[in-house]
């Protein structure tokens, strides 16, 4: 640990002083003058052919300047898949144009079919209302299993069928897993449903559209947690802006949580728009909008299987899931349910057989894409219900099945069945941690008194592993993935000293404004505050991918650390020639350059100044300036792993549970800053608490968004929640970065949903109950309907 | 469109509204303190909630009319004169209260008001007040340890 500030020191954030005083600067806190405002007509039908849109009403109405319509569009292209999966039988996916406005059918509840610009937001709200959109309502598909067998109600006629894709994983291993479970003494079996949720970032979605036509320059100010990754979609895909006339600017942004990563079209709209009206377009949603247009997250239904020796030693898992697309295929909604979903099929354990299957399903609903964890936590829910349920049925204790098959410490590196290796761990170490800071000897005790109080009480248990910092370029370029995932950073040491790192990542309540100067100032033992990050504008950073999969530190950081070795370098260099001393017998230890055997040493600061003003540089040894960049590609994803405890207690007489006490001992390896680490895992805990007692995004099954409100989508309150422990002490480094670090932010949403559905099947079977499984989110209602039967 | 006058954070303004306009929309729009933020279109988020005439009101639940010759209170003007954070503000720092900021401003006076009623609340009446806003970040932790800690109280958990 260096120096107070540095590397593991739990730093207080400096973003913060900006927020708590109103001066954060979020999207829709920019208006530019001459600002008009942007708002949507969107479908009231789940399904529904557009005969016609009559505008002329709206385009009448006091203070409209423009009304856009799909057609307007047409000739445009769509927003693209940016994974392409293969079938089982080897036919590549479907991929059903994606277009910026509904063009001949709207495909879900919310699909905008047309636009209003006019100069207040009330009155284009206002002229919203007066289009006149001739829209038959047409028969929907709903549920992935009926939208699978019904081949004559399609979300897209041109395709001829509502199933995007058949994925196995790993093919080749599917005959031996088959065989592995007809052969085991013991098969395990659940069918579970892994919930829609919808992400609900507090703050809305917000897009600012500007063009000079003196330059030809366009600028897009937006919500994104990746603005160079909207700025190539928009540039190469969509509306062909070459990308050097294009800035992308996400500033200030109120939380993603995957819902921010993608291009949505209304990005697209306001920038053809600025253009066309040679004046600024903004729009903002609403959250009603956000409900329904929102990229939602998870949407499984799964049969897995466990086969086992009667000693509870895992012999094989077989998964089959229906994962549900929606209307349209968002920017990564093939690679969450397959790749990060089907490669953690074989979790913590030395289990020989794993084969994942999955269908994608479009539906008539909102496009469903990465939501915190994407694809892991759904892994995780399976795996670790069923793993519950066969310890059950073989009597074993639920530590211990687990236990009994964890990859040991001294196999790391260690390659899975499900097609991944792992760098380290060690998952005995974190359910040592989980027994004593969860007092799990205490148990029974509680549990008395519980009983006493007429409550029953369970105890849940749970280990995950997942995969960050996504990931080798050249490994998902194999998989299908159609871009790089480095990331960049240019560190530039200004000639006072102080230095601008421009990231790729983007900070959105990560904290990197603070944690990534914690990374410099230890290597170059200066101080933190010194350092400054910058990030979210396509004009000032490099080109990196930004921020989502808990990636940031693991593949920004690193890039940040490896630009800073440049540095390093190049100043040695520099110093060298200031001392006139050989480079190789130049020391850089605490901010200062020393020459070994002798008393001659030059600051940092000193060699900053002399990069700039090199009077007496030899020029063709050294180049003015002190500025790198570092483009860093990972050479393995990072593999955070962790053990849970959740004590709940059931409210027999109701069927309320609430959860008493929630552990999490997390292995993130090295860790920068413990403060937003617990903070990171605190939150992710939060939304899988919610996702397993309170949050559902329902359809009916006329499409219409039941849960479309704030009102009536659960989101948890502070009076739902108990405190929430977190331990990352038992950490090991990850191998294969510069930092050691793995990723934190995605762990608390992977680990606690299972972790509370067990301590409720816990409470409930203790309780003389025979329930194997009660689905997400685990409400009053369905719990007191299955103690009833 | 009719003008109203406020006390904003102690200084007068003007501004036009329509008979339409809430609060929240005549302190952002009309003018220009974003601060105030919006994060829904029911009154559940919390994220506007200021003070009028010394009471926390969600900003978006009242037009701008009403509140015509008001005193309003709103985030930025919580900070000491010299803008050092106030006692609770440094506590959200101190606790890691907040992380993207944006729920930040309401919770904040929120929580001032809660502090004014009941200046040393119990951790179970602390998450009971704060059933209207919504923060989808920090799991509600930081924010109960520091709200506990401005008032004096050693926190559930200390951040690790």
Same mark, same amino acid.
């Given at each position: ?662 552990? =999490? ?5 090295? &860790? /920068? +800053?413990?403060? @937003?680490?617990?903070? *990171?895992?605190? #939150? ?64 608390? =949403? ?5 972790? &509370? /559905? +067990?301590?409720? @099947?816990?409470?409930? *079977?203790?309780? #003389? ?21 | ?160």
């Amino acid at each position: 640990m260096a120096a107070d500030g540095g590397m593991g020191h739990a730093t207080k954030r400096r973003e913060d002083v900006r927020f708590l005083t109103g001066r954060g600067k979020y999207t829709d806190d920019y208006t530019p003058a001459k600002t008009s405002y942007c708002a949507f007509a969107r479908s009231t039908v789940a399904n529904g052919k557009i005969n016609s849109i009559d505008t002329t009403a709206a385009a009448e109405m006091p203070g409209v300047v423009a009304v856009f319509k799909g057609e307007d569009f047409a000739e445009v292209g769509g927003n693209p898949a940016g994974w392409a999966i293969v079938s089982r039988d080897g036919t590549p996916m479907q991929e059903p144009k994606r277009p910026v406005l509904a063009h001949g059918k709207v495909r879900h509840v919310g699909d905008a079919y047309a636009a209003v610009i006019a100069e207040t937001l009330e009155q284009a709200m206002d002229a919203v209302e007066a289009i006149d959109a001739d829209i038959d309502e047409l028969d929907a598909v709903i549920d992935m299993a009926g939208a699978l067998a019904n081949d004559n109600t399609l979300v897209h006629d041109e395709i001829g069928t509502n199933m995007c894709f058949d994925w196995g994983w790993i093919e080749d291993n599917r005959a031996a897993t088959e065989e592995a479970i007809k052969n085991a003494p013991h098969v395990t079996t659940l069918k579970l449903v892994n919930n829609r949720l919808v992400p609900n970032a507090l703050e809305p979605r917000c897009s600012i559209g500007e063009y000079d036509p003196g330059t030809g320059d366009y600028r897009l100010t937006t919500t994104s947690q990746n603005p160079h990754l909207t700025r190539l979609l928009i540039s190469a895909f969509v509306l062909g802006i070459a990308e050097n006339k294009l800035t992308v600017h996400s500033p200030d942004m109120g939380g993603g949580f995957g819902s921010k990563i993608y291009h949505y079209g209304e990005e697209a709209l306001v920038l053809a728009a600025a253009k066309k009206l040679n004046r600024p377009v903004k729009w903002t949603s609403t959250r009603t909008e956000a409900f329904l247009s929102d990229a939602h997250g998870r949407d499984h239904v799964t049969k897995i299987e466990l086969a086992c020796e009667k000693d509870g030693t895992f012999i094989a898992f077989r998964t089959e899931t229906m994962a549900n697309v929606g209307a349209y295929l968002s920017n990564f909604s093939t690679v969450t349910p397959t790749f990060l979903h089907g490669t953690l099929m074989a979790g913590n354990y030395t289990v020989p057989n794993v084969y994942v299957n999955v269908k994608t399903v479009f539906t008539n609903t909102a496009p469903v894409d990465a939501y915190r964890g994407a694809g892991r936590p759904e892994a995780t829910f399976s795996l670790e219900r069923v793993i519950d349920k066969a310890a059950r049925e073989l009597g074993i204790n639920p530590v211990e099945i687990r236990r009994k098959n964890f990859v040991k410490p001294d196999q790391f590196p260690y390659a899975s069945a499900a097609g991944l290796e792992y760098d380290s761990g060690n998952y005995d170490a974190l359910m040592d941690g989980l027994e004593m800071r969860a007092d799990l000897a205490g148990f029974e005790a509680r549990c008395t008194t519980s009983a006493k109080n007429g409550k029953l009480r369970g105890l849940g248990i749970n280990s995950y592993i997942e995969a960050c910092g996504i990931a080798p370029s050249n490994l998902v370029g194999v998989l299908g993935s159609r871009i790089g995932l480095y990331d960049a950073a240019t560190v530039r040491v200004n000639a006072t000293g102080n230095i601008s790192v421009m990231v790729g990542a983007h900070s959105h309540g990560q904290g990197h404004e603070t944690a990534f100067p914690q990374v410099v100032a230890d290597m170059l033992g200066i101080d933190p505050m010194s350092v400054e990050i910058v990030h979210g504008d396509t004009s000032k950073i490099p080109f990196g991918m930004g921020t989502y999969g808990s990636r940031s530190l693991a593949v920004c950081g690193s890039a940040v650390f490896r630009a800073t070795e440049k540095i390093i370098k190049k100043a040695t260099l520099i110093a060298a020639h200031m001392v006139e001393a050989k480079p190789e017998d130049v020391n850089f230890t605490d901010g200062e350059f020393a020459v070994k055997g002798t008393n001659k040493k030059v600051s940092f600061g000193d060699v900053a100044l002399k990069a700039y003003i090199p009077h007496d540089f030899p020029i063709e040894a050294i180049e003015p300036g002190l500025e790198e960049t570092a483009f860093y590609d990972p050479a393995n994803f990072t593999y955070p792993a962790g053990a849970y405890a959740c004590e709940v207690e059931v409210d027999p007489d109701t069927g309320k549970v609430e959860i008493c006490s929630m552990v =999490a001992m997390d292995d993130f390896g090295n &860790v /920068v +800053n413990p403060l @937003i680490v617990t903070g *990171q895992v605190q #939150g992710g805990l939060a939304q899988g608490i919610g996702q397993a007692l309170l949050e559902h995004g329902v359809y009916d099954e006329n499409g219409q968004l039941l849960s479309g409100s704030l009102m009536d989508y659960a989101m948890p309150r502070a009076d739902d929640l108990p405190n929430l422990v977190v331990d990352h002490s038992n950490a090991t480094a990850c191998t294969h970065n510069p930092i050691g670090v793995k990723g934190c932010g995605e762990a608390g =949403a992977i680990g606690s949903p299972p972790t &509370v /559905v +067990n301590a409720v @099947i816990d409470a409930l *079977q203790r309780g #003389g109950h025979d329930v194997e499984h009660i689905d997400m989110p685990v409400s009053p209602g369905r719990v007191w309907a299955a103690m009833n039967g | 469109m009719p003008t109203i006058t406020m006390n904003v954070n102690g200084a007068p303004v003007s501004v036009e509204v329509e008979n339409r306009t809430v609060l929240s929309s005549a302190l952002r729009e009309g003018l220009g303190m974003t601060g105030t933020h919006i994060g829904c279109d029911t009154s559940q988020c919390g994220a506007c909630v200021v003070h009028v005439n010394g009471k926390a009101v969600k900003s978006c639940t009242i037009f701008a009319l009403e509140a015509d010759g008001a005193d309003v209170e709103t985030i930025e003007g919580q900070a000491h004169a010299d803008g050092s954070l106030n006692v609770l503000q440094q506590a959200f720092q101190d606790h890691h209260g907040l992380q993207c900021g944006f729920c930040t401003p309401g919770m904040i006076m929120s929580a001032a008001a809660l502090l004014k009623e009941n200046p040393k609340p119990t951790e179970a009446e602390i998450r009971d007040y704060l059933e209207g806003n919504i923060c989808r970040c920090t799991g509600y932790q930081g924010i109960v340890d520091a709200i506990m800690a401005a008032s004096g109280q050693s926190t559930a958990i200390a951040a690790e």
